[in-house]
């Protein structure tokens, strides 16, 4: 069963107080920029079980997780078993799952990149964003 709540309690204080990361940053600035309907939730304000997604679009059931690899190599052996692991949770919980990867946001046409990504899952994720070979923001 799909849960979501609001972080509140004591016990989940540190996500409270979570920074935004610089890659979470140009990630909120993208979606701003082209008017992208996703929601920044990485500050632990909203939990889908007992995680909690970077961004969410929750009208299309649509996760985006935007990391650095060090981290998910050092805690899941390999980024791409944090990546299984992570898309296998959230799907049993209706979401798709699309992820941002350290090199991905680092090269110089990330703002490409990425939308490209997005774009991938059609109307899903973005139906504001029809073609995206000649990107303008709105």
């Given amino acids: 069963k799909r849960r979501i709540q609001n972080k509140s309690s004591k016990d989940n204080a540190k996500w409270i107080l979570k920074r935004t990361t610089s890659f979470e940053k140009k990630i909120i600035s993208l979606c701003s920029k082209f008017k992208l309907p996703f929601v920044y939730t990485g500050d632990g304000r909203i939990l889908i079980g007992y995680k909690n997604p970077d961004f969410i679009n929750e009208k299309n059931k649509v996760i985006l997780e ?30 798709k799952t699309i992820f941002i990867r350290e090199e991905e946001i680092m090269d110089k046409n990330w703002e490409q990149i990425c939308l490209n990504k997005l774009n991938g899952i059609g109307n899903v994720a973005m139906p504001l964003v029809s073609r995206i070979t000649n990107v303008t923001p709105r």
């Fill in 66 to 95: 935007v990391f650095l690899n060090y981290f998910k190599e050092r805690d899941f052996g390999s980024v791409e078993n944090y990546m299984k692991k992570r898309e296998e949770y959230f799907a049993k919980r209706g979401y």
